[in-house]
């Protein structure tokens, strides 16, 4: 069973930069892609961010493109979120996620496997 441990979140002011990171165990990290959801109060969880076993692929939501960069440690088993230029609307708990195969990270169904969150807040 695949654990994920999310980390890296915070209090930041608006236009600042966080990284978020998630660590996991229990399956094999090199053969699955994996993903970043955000959901904010009141509001549907939405996929942020995707990248495929390799890290050659990408996938950003139109919200975060130019701001966001999603990357992997396949050593470290790791996955990155890099936040710059943040905005008030980027408050949410983050999570991490890992995807049902190697190559599919475009989509919300694509992903099988969450974490417990950790929470992101903007202030102005």
């Known amino acids: 069973q695949v654990q994920l441990v999310e980390s890296g979140g915070g209090l930041v002011q608006a236009g600042g930069s966080l990284r978020l990171s998630c660590v996991v165990s229990?399956?094999?990290?090199?053969?699955?892609?994996m993903g970043w959801f955000r959901q904010a109060p009141g509001k549907e969880r939405e996929l942020v961010a995707g990248?495929?076993?390799?890290?050659?692929?990408?996938y950003y939501a139109d919200s975060v493109k130019g701001r966001f960069t999603i990357s992997r440690d396949n050593a470290k088993l790791t996955v990155y979120l890099q936040m710059s230029s943040l905005k008030l609307e980027d408050t949410a708990v983050y999570f991490c996620a890992a995807g049902g195969g190697p190559t599919y990270y475009r989509r919300p169904d694509d992903f099988t496997s969450w974490g417990q969150g950790t929470q992101v807040t903007v202030s102005s």
């Open positions: 990248i495929d076993w390799s890290g050659g692929g990408t």
């Open positions: 229990g399956r094999t990290f090199r053969g699955f892609s």
